[in-house]
């Protein structure tokens, strides 16, 4: 069997990667480009899930199987996926403690002022008349409520918030006081002081934030994406924020990346950004890693339990 990767992990995983199947070919590249002599003998492609192409698909005509080791699988050619019906599985689930830690320190970072207090330590001023707030009590909406919204969830209630969750068909996920089905988004909007969408990018969900579902927050809300920018209609973001409809915007991930320099969302007052890392640490390529030899293992077996199988019809 003949796995190759369009990316090169350390040299600890490769090597753990090679003690562990020794029966498999493992081959590294920086792009597919390089690799494209091997692609027509690749049974398996293990990628980041932004440079499979349809060139490649056509290329890679004995492959079964890819391995995405991220979360996002929207920029896959699904139809023609599907119809080689070629084995799609990713990553998901390896970004709940770092996201949920990132997500604290948004929160965090609001209702402490720490940015108020980090330009007071720039001027030199000591000023401790500064409205300092608390979490504690404060609502919590979460906004495609799955893996990585449990997690947030079970931090939030630590700090004593109400935690609401929105998914698909409202069913019950840890960490949550209540869930919704997406539908009722618009009902509970009204009632969290913090919204937070970690929806992944799907046909459903893409341009969700509108106009109105801004305007249905309450005032002076706080609104944080670490999902997908695509969620978001950032005119109409910009326009809430300009407006005092929200207090505060905090923005790990963009329609367009990376963000344009002519981007007004640099420059505005009360948005933090961040370069969509909410889920990079050092411990990132070593839990993918274990999904992906779960995944080796199972396929040699010639089983059908495979961790994170992705729906081609439906997208994720």
Do not use: C
Not at 48 to 55: L, R, S
Not at 218 to 235: L, P, T, Y
Request: charged share 25%.
């Amino acid at each position: 069997m003949e796995i190759l990767f369009s990316f090169k992990p350390g040299e600890d995983l490769r090597k753990r990667m090679e003690r562990k199947f020794p029966s498999i070919r493992f081959s590294y590249y920086e792009k597919w480009l390089d690799a494209w002599d091997k692609l027509p003998s690749a049974d398996a492609l293990v990628t980041y899930g932004d440079d499979i192409t349809e060139q490649v698909l056509d290329r890679a005509e004995k492959l079964q199987w890819i391995m995405v080791m991220s979360a996002g699988v929207e920029k896959l050619p699904h139809q023609s996926l599907d119809k080689r019906e070629i084995l799609v599985t990713n990553a998901r689930g390896i970004h709940r403690i770092p996201m949920a830690e990132m997500a604290m320190a948004y929160l965090l970072h609001h209702a402490k002022r720490l940015a108020v207090f980090h330009a007071q330590q720039e001027k030199r001023i000591w000023n401790r008349k500064v409205e300092i707030l608390e979490l504690y009590g404060k609502t919590l909406l979460v906004v495609g409520a799955g893996a990585i919204g449990s997690e947030i969830g079970k931090y939030a209630q630590a700090f004593g918030m109400k935690t609401i969750g929105i998914n698909r068909r409202g069913t019950d996920v840890t960490g949550f006081d209540e869930m919704k089905p997406m539908s009722h988004l618009m009902t509970v909007l009204p009632d969290a002081d913090y919204v937070l969408s970690v929806l992944p990018s799907t046909p459903a969900t893409r341009g969700i934030f509108t106009e109105e579902t801004f305007q249905n927050m309450k005032d002076g809300a706080v609104f944080i994406n670490m999902g997908r920018g695509d969620a978001v209609n950032e005119g109409a973001l910009l326009r809430a924020l300009k407006s005092g409809k929200l207090a505060a915007v905090y923005l790990d991930v963009f329609g367009e990346e990376p963000l344009p320099e002519n981007s007004p969302l640099w420059s505005e007052e009360n948005v933090w950004i961040t370069p969509h890392i909410s889920a990079t640490t050092a411990m990132y390529l070593p839990r993918a890693f274990e999904i992906f030899e779960e995944n080796l293992g199972e396929y040699l077996r010639g089983g059908k339990n495979f961790i994170n199988v992705i729906d081609l019809k439906r997208g994720y």
